[in-house]
């Protein structure tokens, strides 16, 4: 009789360890929905000083709250005529964000100094036809397009490289300019 009860007992175990793990990978969101929900809650998430990363682990594994309010479900809206001159425009349609856009490094830029654009395409609109670099604050070198570390040091900034002399800036010893 102990051993069929022991039985049971593991076989409830088993069943409840079951449904656990079904109800977390239920409450799971794939990467591409928390990188939707980063970029369109991007200045709420971080006026509450969460990082990109921090809100990401916390998205994917569906713990606490992910930086902003859930967007509630729209509820059923009733008719209703208002007279034309207290009629409210429509609001525009929010354009979806470009592939592009998603696959852009995960450059910081934190400087907010003069001739340094937190976007590649900022820096290009101020120097056209100009080569634009990927400038380390830190370390005071700059790299250019194509190069590893072009995008993706911590702390950094796009910059025009005419700019990048009277700013203090050197180029990486390592890399050439390109053509």
């Not at 990467?31 to 921090?54: L, P, R, S």
């Not at 994917?60 to 709250?65: A, E, F, L, M, V």
Request: aromatic share 6%; with cysteine; glycine share 6%.
């Amino acid at each position: 009789m102990n051993r069929s009860r022991f039985f049971l007992r593991c076989i409830a175990a088993v069943a409840t360890l079951a449904v656990l793990t079904a109800a977390s990978h239920a409450a799971q969101k794939t990467a591409k929905a928390c990188e939707a929900e980063w970029t369109a809650n991007k200045a709420a998430i971080q006026g509450a000083h969460k990082t990109k990363k921090a809100f990401m682990v916390e998205c994917r594994s569906g713990t606490g709250q992910t930086g902003a309010a859930p967007a509630a479900p729209a509820a059923p809206r009733e008719a209703t005529v208002q007279p034309p001159e207290t009629a409210a425009p429509a609001p525009a349609p929010t354009p979806a964000p470009s592939r592009r856009a998603a696959k852009a490094p995960p450059a910081t830029a934190i400087s907010a100094a003069a001739g340094e654009f937190a976007s590649e395409m900022e820096a290009k609109a101020h120097c056209p036809g100009e080569t634009v670099v990927w400038a380390n604050i830190h370390s005071k070198v700059y790299h250019f397009a194509g190069s590893r570390s072009y995008g993706k040091t911590k702390r950094g900034a796009y910059m025009c490289e005419k700019d990048t002399a009277g700013a203090g800036f050197r180029s990486a010893k390592n890399e050439k300019r390109p053509q």
